[in-house]
Nanobody, 115 residues
Framework: QVQLVESGGGLVQAGGSLRLSCVASRSFFLFNPMGWYRQAPGKQRELVATITSGGSTNYADSVKGRFVISRENAKNTVYLQMNSLKPEAPAVYYC?????????WGQGTQVTVSS
């Protein structure tokens, strides 16, 4: 059984930064790709960023230039560094991973940006 555990969410002022972490319960290099999604109340879950096992990244247009996704294989961890945060509706950020033909989700971590 694969578990993804997120942490690092919280309340931050607009313009500030947060770093989210997602720790996987098994060998990390098997997951490809990994990513972060977010979901605000009443809205669909949307892609934020993904990273492949080779380190290739992809970002939603809304976060390009502000967010950075990275992975540390030795710690089975993927990060999302969020800078210049905008005062948007609170959202839950979810870690996501593909392992073969099956995908997995974390439980989510709440991010709230105040104006």
């Amino acid at each position: 059984q694969v578990q993804l555990v997120e942490s690092g969410g919280g309340l931050v002022q607009a313009g500030g930064s947060l770093r989210l972490s997602c720790v996987a319960s098994r060998s990390f290099f098997l997951f490809n790709p990994m990513g972060w999604y977010r979901q605000a109340p009443g809205k669909q879950r949307e892609l934020v960023a993904t990273i492949t096992s080779g380190g290739s990244t992809n970002y939603a247009d809304s976060v390009k230039g502000r967010f950075v996704i990275s992975r540390e294989n030795a710690k089975n961890t993927v990060y999302l560094q969020m800078n210049s945060l905008k005062p948007e509706a609170p959202a839950v950020y979810y870690c996501h991973a593909w392992l073969g033909q099956r995908d997995y989700w974390g439980q989510g971590t709440q991010v709230t940006v105040s104006s």
